[in-house]
């Protein structure tokens, strides 16, 4: 018996297969199918926001009781991938290779991401009818903390840990030493969260 988790991951896949249909004809400039086949995505992608908005969410926050935590997420990640989806029709429109792999490149990214998060948390969760309590989201404050890192160790190898080659100038100087700081203190932030605060949370 297909489970609300199976279908709703079948049409991740089915807006994965769309979106990746499109990127290759953008990479390949072939604007006349691209424009087909971007409204294909943007269409099957609408329906899938719209039934999880409209449907799925309100019924999760009724059991909730709240429209906190990973619905509020997950309603911010739409909202996020709308407005990429806009920037990529944009493109579409002026033919823009660069804009549109830019941007396709980003909306990727974010899609991977909510999705795993929907697939391995939200779903589940549904599915098993649990009782509402805080590891929801704590767990997607997790895995927004791991992407952190990895965005942070990315700055990191990009710097070659914010040191500056011998005669680099003030500029460049300042530069990493204004990005060393923030870096410090985001790591002590998730350390304190994810170590000390979210367990006691769960408890």
Known sequence: MSTISDYMTKTHALCDEL???????ATESNWTELNSAFQDFVTETGKHFSKEE??????????MGSS????????????QMRELIALLSHAV???????FLGEAETLLVLM???????????????????????????QVMLMEHDRAG????????????????????PTWR?????????NKELRT??????NILFPRAAQ
């Open 19 to 25: 979106f990746t249909n499109a990127e290759n004809l």
């Open 54 to 63: 409209d449907i799925l969410f309100p019924n999760v926050e009724r059991v």
């Open 68 to 79: 906190g935590g990973p619905t509020q997420v997950m309603r911010m990640e739409h909202q």
């Open 93 to 99: 429109t002026q033919k823009d290779q660069s804009e």
């Open 112 to 138: 991977q991401q909510h999705n795993m998060k929907e697939e391995q948390i939200l779903f589940p969760w549904i599915l098993n009818n649990r009782e509402p309590r805080p590891m929801a989201p704590i």
């Open 150 to 169: 990895r965005h942070l160790k990315q700055i990191e190898d990009l710097t070659d840990n914010f040191q500056t080659p011998n005669g680099a100038c």
């Open 174 to 182: 300042s530069l990493y030493a204004g990005l060393q700081n923030p």
């Open 189 to 194: 932030h998730i350390h304190l969260e994810n």
